[in-house]
């Protein structure tokens, strides 16, 4: 479906377990720390499928990119895409929050057929 992922937003990756936890039950995804107000780029192309909230993970876009593959995005702010639109690898499609104490963090995570898998391998380097 795709051969790389570009990073969805400026920042580093950090281990949380605790919102590890949170997001993700599996702990198969990507934490990446950020700026407050960062812009969150698609981290490839794709369509969105769903945007909305989520169990208790607040608003999450998924991207499907690529048969039965599909990019997960949690910790958003503010959401700028709509179900159905076509995305390109680093298309602006939400931002990170504006408030808090502490640095505002996404979570990335990839779903393939029903199974959670590790997206660190997949970005460019």
């Keep these: 479906p795709f051969r790389w992922l570009e990073q969805p937003v400026t920042g580093k990756i950090v281990e949380d377990k605790e919102l590890q936890k949170k997001f993700s039950p599996d702990a198969k995804g990507v934490i990446f720390e950020t700026k407050k107000n960062a812009e969150v780029f698609a981290p490839a192309e794709g369509t969105i499928v769903f945007k909305g909230p989520f169990k208790n993970q607040g608003d999450i876009l998924i991207i499907e990119t690529g048969e039965k593959v599909y990019t997960i995005l949690m910790g958003m702010h503010k959401i700028n895409a709509e179900i159905g639109e076509s995305v390109y690898a680093g298309q602006k499609v939400g931002s990170m929050a504006g408030y808090g104490a502490s640095s505002p963090?996404?979570?990335?995570?990839?779903?393939?057929?029903?199974?959670?898998?590790?997206p660190t391998n997949y970005f460019a380097q």
């Design 105 to 118: 963090k996404l979570y990335l995570k990839i779903r393939k057929k029903g199974k959670t898998i590790d």
